[in-house]
Nanobody, 125 residues
């Protein structure tokens, strides 16, 4: 079993930055790829970024490229999402998730096995 707890969300002005953290627990968590998704009100979950279990491979949605950076520290069982140049349209609940699948499945929400409870990010204009 893997448990995920996100933190670091909050209210920020447009152009600002936030770093989200996802603390993972569970015996095998280090073997999972980790992803970040977000869900804005009235919208479907949107893939943001994913990282391989060792951290060597990353994948980003077009909306995140150049502004967001995903990383992980397996010694701390923590995954991060550094978000810069935030825009009002980035406002959403952000979720981290763990996947046993390969890179081709990372953008697919139903390929993730475990999910956190989410953290709210609000970007004011």
């Amino acid at each position: 079993q893997v448990q995920l707890v996100e933190s670091g969300g909050g209210l920020v002005q447009a152009g600002g930055s936030l770093r989200l953290s996802c603390a993972a627990s569970g015996r095998t968590v280090r073997t999972y790829a980790m992803g970040w998704f977000r869900q804005a009100p009235g919208k479907e979950h949107e893939f943001i970024a994913a990282i391989s279990w060792g951290g060597a491979s990353t994948y980003y949605a077009d909306s995140a490229k150049g502004r967001f950076t995903i990383s992980r520290d397996n010694a701390k069982n923590t995954v991060y999402l550094q978000m810069n140049s935030l825009k009002p349209e980035d406002t959403a609940v952000y979720y981290c998730a763990a996947s046993a699948g390969g890179p081709s499945t990372w953008p697919l929400r139903d390929k993730y096995d475990y999910w956190g409870q989410g953290t709210q990010v609000t970007v004011s204009s």
